[in-house]
C-alpha cells in the first residue's frame, strides 16, 4: 500500500512538468491558406502556432499536397478552412491525414454571393464577411483551447475585438473615401473573377474583360475589342492580371481614357515582409490601388492602425 | 588628258612576305618616270605581290618603296577581275563614275561634265551607249574595258596592271594596248604583270623578269634572254619545304608616301 | 463590309493602331537601304545574331541600375555594338571571315548575358523589359524609331557611296584612300542602332523580320542598289499595314502575322518576280532583242 501510494506520487511528480508543459503548448492550428493562417495568428497571438498549407504567392487551385501537410493536419489541434469550395481537396486530405482536429469552415454564417450557378468563394474580400470570419475563428480557437486556459481564451477575445476594430476601421475609411466618387465613375474592368464581394461591398461595378483569351501574343482585334469595351462601359481603371505586357496595359488603357491598375491580391498574401503579407495589409493595398486608380486623390492615412497602410503603388507590377 | 607630271618609283631591298615566305626576295631598283614596264616570270613568281606592296597593301619586310613625291602623285591600279564582286548590282556608269573619286570625294555627286567624261571614257574603250547595263551582265573583256574606262577617268601619273589581258580576246586586248601606249605618250609611269613574252617584246620597251628574285631588270631586249628565261624556270622550281633563314641584312622597313 | 471598313477604318477608330502603323512606317524606311546592304554582303543572319549579342549589356545594366529601360537599351546598345566592332575588326586583320568571327563573338556574348543573369538569380522579366510588341508603341518608343530612322538615312545619304564600294571593290576604296573600314564600323553602328529599336518598339522577331524579309524579297522585282532599297521599304510599310489588318479582322498575333505576310510575299516574289525567280528560270521569255 505505502509502495502504491508512494509510486503514484513519483510518476505523479515526474508528469507534473510535462503536463505543465503541455498547458502551455501554443495550440497547433493547420490553416488551409495564407490569408486565413494570417487571421488566425491575429487572432489567436502566443497562444497558437499557425501553418498554412498553401503558402504566400502560391496558387490554391493549383495546390498538390505533400506527406508533410498530412502529418500536420494528424498532429494539428484545430483546422480553419474556408469553404464554399474554395479548397477542393481538403476533405480528402484531412481524411487520409486521419486527423481527430474539429475542422472550422470560417466562411459560415456569411451573406453568400452566386456567380454563373455556383457560389463564389473568395468571401474574404468582403470587410465586413472577414469580421464574420474574425468571429468563427474566435469561437473556434475559445472552443479548442477548452476551458483549461481560461487567461488564453480572455486574451484571444480581447484580440478578437481589436482586431475586428482595426477591420470595421478600414472599411469605414474606404467607403468615406469612395462616397467622393459617383457611382457611375466607379467602373472597373477586370480580369479577376476574385472580387466580386469586395465590389458588392464598396460598390463598385466590375465587369469582366472580354475575350481576353489567350495568355500569349495578343492580337489587335483582342486589343481593340478591350477598348471598344472600356470606351463603351465608361470604365475608369483596367486591371488585367494576364496581358504579360505591362506596356501593352498602359497603351490601352491610356487609349480608352482609363487609368491604368496595378496588381490587386486576390487569393493569397504577398512573401513576408513585402507590401501584402498581412490581410489587413492587403486589404489596405487593394483599397488604396482601387481608389488611385478611379480618382487621382492620395492615399489613405496610416491613421491607427498599426499596420499602417502603404502608399498606392500604382506603377505597374 | 592631259600630261602630267612624271612618278618615279624606287624599291631598296625590299622584300615582301606571306607569312615567313617570301614573295618577293630583295628587290632593289627604279622604275624610271614615264616608263612603259612589263613585269614578267613564272606563276608564284611574286608578280602580283609586287603590285600589292607598290599599292602599300603589303608592308616590305626588308628595305623601303619610294613613291612618287609630287603633289599630284597618286597610283591608279587595275585589279586581277577575281577581287570585284560583279553580283553587286550597280551599272557600268557607276563603276565608271568612280574614276572621278579624287576629284569628288566620298559624296559629292557628278555634274554633267564629270558623266559627259564618262561617257568619253567608255567610247575610248569601245563601249559607247553600254552604261545603264549592269556589271553582272557583261563578259570578261567588256568588263575589263570597263575598268580601263575607270582608270582613265582617274587621270593618275602612275598607273599598275595586274595581268590586264587575260581571258580578254584579240581585239579587246589591241585596243587596250593601244591605250596603254596613249598613256605612256602623255608621259605617266605604267607597269603591267604580264605572261605574253612575244607581246611584252612587242610593246614594251622595259622589262622586269622577276622570279622571287630579281633576275634582270631593263630594256626588254636584253632582260629576255634565253639563259635570263631559264634561270628564272630554275628559280621557281626550285622550292624547299624547310629552306634556311634569310641571312641578308636588311634595313628597317618603311614605306615613304607622297603627301 | 466596304473596303474602307476592311482597310482604313480599323486606322482612324485606334490610336495604338495608327502608332504601329507609324512605327512600321518609320522601321521600313531605314531597314530598306540597312536591310538591303546586309543582304548584297552576305550578313543576312547578322541581324538575328545582334538579337543574342546584346544580352549581356543588357544584364549589366540591369545588374547597376535595376529594371529601367532606358539604362538596359543603352547597355543592350553597347554590347551589341562592341560584337560588330569586335566581329568587323578581326574580319578585317585576320584571315577570318565575316560571318565566322560574327557568329564567334554573338555566342561569347549571349554566354556571358547568360552566366550574368544566372548568378544574380531569376531572369524573369529582363527581355520581357527590353523587347516590346507593336500594339504597345507608346511615345518614348515611337520617338526612338522614328529618330533612329531619319539619323539612319542622314548618315546613309552622307556615306552611301563609300559603303557600297566597300562591298563590291573594296581595293579600290583602298587606293583612292577612302577609309573602308571606318565606313563599315558606321554601317554596323547603324544597324545596330536600328535593330535596339526596333527591338525596344516592336520585339526581335518584328525588327528582324522587317529589316530583313522585304530586303530579300525585293530581289526579285528590281535591280540597281537605290531600288532596291525602295522596293524593301514598301514591302515592310505594305506588310505592317495588312499584317495589323489581319490581326485586327482575325485575331492573329500581330507581331507574326506581320512577319508571316512579308514571308509570304517573299514566296510569291520567288515564284512569280520579274526577275531571279522561277518564272523567269523556267517560263522563257518568248522575244529578246536582236542585239
Known amino acids: ?317 | 588628258m592631259s600630261a602630267v607630271a612624271p612618278g618615279a618609283i624606287t624599291l631598296e631591298n625590299v622584300t615582301l612576305c606571306h607569312r615567313d615566305r617570301p614573295a618577293v626576295h630583295h628587290l632593289s631598283g627604279r622604275f624610271e618616270p614615264g616608263s612603259l614596264t612589263a613585269i614578267v616570270g613564272p606563276n608564284g613568281a611574286g608578280k602580283s605581290t609586287l603590285l600589292a606592296g607598290l599599292m602599300g597593301r603589303i608592308a616590305p619586310s626588308t628595305g623601303r618603296i619610294r613613291l612618287p613625291a609630287d603633289g599630284a602623285g597618286h597610283i591608279a591600279y587595275l585589279p586581277q577581275q577575281a577581287d570585284i564582286d560583279r553580283g553587286f548590282p550597280v551599272s557600268v556608269a557607276d563603276v565608271v563614275m568612280l574614276g572621278h573619286w579624287r576629284r569628288l570625294g566620298a559624296w559629292r555627286a557628278g555634274g554633267a561634265a564629270q558623266r559627259a567624261q564618262a561617257l568619253d571614257a567608255l567610247a575610248a574603250v569601245g563601249l559607247a551607249g553600254m552604261q545603264r547595263r549592269v556589271i553582272g551582265e557583261l563578259s570578261a573583256g567588256q568588263f575589263q574595258r570597263v575598268l580601263f574606262a575607270r582608270l582613265l577617268l582617274q587621270d593618275a601619273p602612275v598607273i599598275l596592271l595586274d595581268e590586264p589581258f587575260n581571258a580578254v580576246d584579240e581585239r579587246t586586248t589591241a585596243d587596250l594596248l593601244a591605250l596603254l601606249h596613249r598613256w605612256h605618250r602623255e608621259g605617266r609611269t605604267v607597269v603591267a604583270v604580264l605572261h605574253d613574252l612575244a607581246m611584252v617584246r612587242a610593246h614594251f620597251p622595259r622589262t622586269l623578269l622577276l622570279a622571287r628574285e630579281p633576275i634582270a631588270w631593263g630594256a626588254t631586249a636584253e632582260v629576255l634572254l634565253p639563259a635570263h628565261l631559264q634561270r628564272a624556270r630554275l628559280q621557281a622550281e626550285h622550292w624547299e619545304a624547310q629552306a634556311p633563314w634569310c641571312a641578308v641584312p636588311d634595313q628597317p622597313a618603311a614605306t615613304m608616301r607622297a603627301a | ?291
Not at chain 1, 91 to 112: E, Q
Not at chain 1, 216 to 244: C, H, T, Y
Not at chain 1, 262 to 290: C, E, F, I, V, W
Request: net charge positive.
Open chain 3, 1 to 291: 463590309m466596304t473596303v474602307y471598313d476592311a482597310l482604313v477604318q480599323p486606322f482612324v477608330e485606334f490610336g495604338f493602331m495608327r502608332r504601329a502603323l507609324v512605327a512600321c512606317l518609320a522601321l521600313g524606311l531605314s531597314c530598306g537601304p540597312v536591310g538591303t546592304l546586309l543582304v548584297l554582303r552576305r550578313m543576312s543572319l547578322a541581324g538575328d545574331a545582334m538579337a543574342h549579342a546584346l544580352l549581356p549589356g543588357a544584364a549589366v545594366a540591369f545588374l547597376l541600375v535595376g529594371l529601367s529601360l532606358p539604362a538596359m537599351s543603352l547597355g543592350a546598345f553597347i554590347a551589341a555594338l562592341a560584337v560588330a566592332a569586335l566581329a568587323g575588326g578581326v574580319a578585317r586583320f585576320t584571315a577570318q571571315r565575316e560571318d565566322a568571327s560574327l557568329a564567334g563573338f554573338y555566342l561569347i556574348a549571349l554566354a556571358a548575358g547568360v552566366m550574368l543573369i544566372s548568378l544574380r538569380g531569376n531572369s524573369v522579366d529582363l527581355m520581357r523589359v527590353l523587347f516590346g510588341s507593336i500594339l504597345a508603341v507608346d511615345d518614348a518608343a515611337l520617338l526612338l524609331v522614328a529618330g533612329v530612322a531619319s539619323a539612319s538615312l542622314l548618315v546613309l545619304a552622307l556615306v552611301w557611296r563609300p559603303l557600297l564600294v566597300e562591298c563590291f571593290d573594296p581595293n579600290f576604296l583602298r587606293a583612292v584612300g577612302g577609309r573602308g573600314a571606318l565606313h563599315h564600323q558606321l554601317f554596323l553602328v547603324l544597324l545596330v542602332a536600328n535593330l535596339v529599336a526596333g527591338f525596344q518598339a516592336l520585339g526581335t522577331l518584328m525588327a528582324v523580320g522587317l529589316l530583313m524579309l522585304p530586303a530579300i524579297a525585293a530581289r526579285c522585282w528590281a535591280h540597281g542598289v537605290g531600288r532596291l532599297s525602295v522596293v524593301a521599304f514598301g514591302i515592310a510599310t505594305a506588310c505592317g499595314w495588312g499584317g495589323l489588318l489581319l490581326s485586327y479582322h482575325f485575331g492573329l498575333p500581330s507581331g507574326p502575322a506581320i512577319v508571316l505576310l512579308a514571308g509570304g510575299v517573299y514566296l510569291v516574289s520567288l515564284a512569280v518576280g520579274p526577275r531571279d525567280s522561277l518564272r523567269a528560270r523556267f517560263i522563257t521569255a518568248h522575244r529578246h532583242r536582236t542585239a
Open chain 1, 1 to 317: 500500500m505505502n509502495l502504491l501510494h508512494r509510486r503514484h506520487l513519483l510518476l505523479g511528480a515526474l508528469a507534473l512538468p510535462a503536463f505543465v508543459q503541455a498547458q502551455d503548448a501554443p495550440l497547433q492550428v493547420v490553416a488551409s491558406f495564407s490569408l486565413l493562417a494570417d487571421m488566425v495568428a491575429q487572432v489567436g497571438g502566443p497562444a497558437v502556432q499557425v501553418h498554412a498549407l498553401v503558402g504566400p504567392d502560391a496558387d490554391a487551385h493549383a495546390f498538390t499536397p505533400a506527406p508533410a501537410d498530412a502529418q500536420r493536419l494528424a498532429k494539428a489541434g484545430l483546422i480553419v478552412v474556408n469553404g464554399l469550395g474554395f479548397e477542393g481537396w481538403i476533405d480528402r486530405l484531412v481524411k487520409a491525414s486521419g486527423s481527430k482536429a474539429p475542422v472550422l469552415v470560417a466562411s459560415s454564417g456569411i451573406t453568400l454571393r452566386r456567380v454563373a450557378g455556383h457560389t463564389d468563394p473568395h468571401a474574404w474580400q468582403s470587410l465586413v464577411a472577414a469580421q464574420r470570419y474574425v468571429e468563427n475563428i474566435r469561437a473556434a480557437l475559445v472552443a479548442a483551447l477548452g476551458t483549461t486556459r481560461p487567461a488564453q481564451a480572455a486574451a484571444i477575445d480581447a484580440r478578437a475585438k481589436a482586431y475586428t476594430a482595426q477591420l470595421a476601421a478600414l472599411d469605414t475609411r474606404v467607403r468615406a473615401r469612395l462616397a467622393a466618387i459617383p457611382p457611375a465613375q466607379r467602373r472597373i474592368v477586370t480580369s479577376h473573377d476574385a472580387f466580386g464581394y469586395l465590389a458588392d461591398a464598396w460598390g463598385l461595378e466590375m465587369r469582366a474583360a472580354q475575350g481576353w483569351t489567350s495568355a500569349g501574343e495578343p492580337s489587335a482585334a483582342d486589343v481593340a475589342r478591350l477598348i471598344r469595351q472600356l470606351k463603351a462601359q465608361q470604365a475608369r481603371a483596367l486591371f488585367v492580371e494576364n496581358i504579360s505586357d505591362p506596356r501593352l496595359v498602359e497603351r490601352i488603357a491610356r487609349e480608352a481614357g482609363a487609368s491604368v491598375g496595378g496588381t490587386l491580391y486576390s487569393d493569397a498574401l504577398s512573401p513576408p515582409g513585402t507590401r501584402a503579407d498581412s490581410y489587413l495589409k492587403l486589404m489596405t493595398h487593394n483599397a488604396d490601388t482601387l481608389l488611385a486608380a478611379l480618382a487621382p486623390a492620395p492615399a489613405l492615412a496610416p491613421a491607427a492602425a498599426p499596420t499602417a497602410a502603404p502608399t498606392a503603388d500604382n506603377s505597374r507590377r
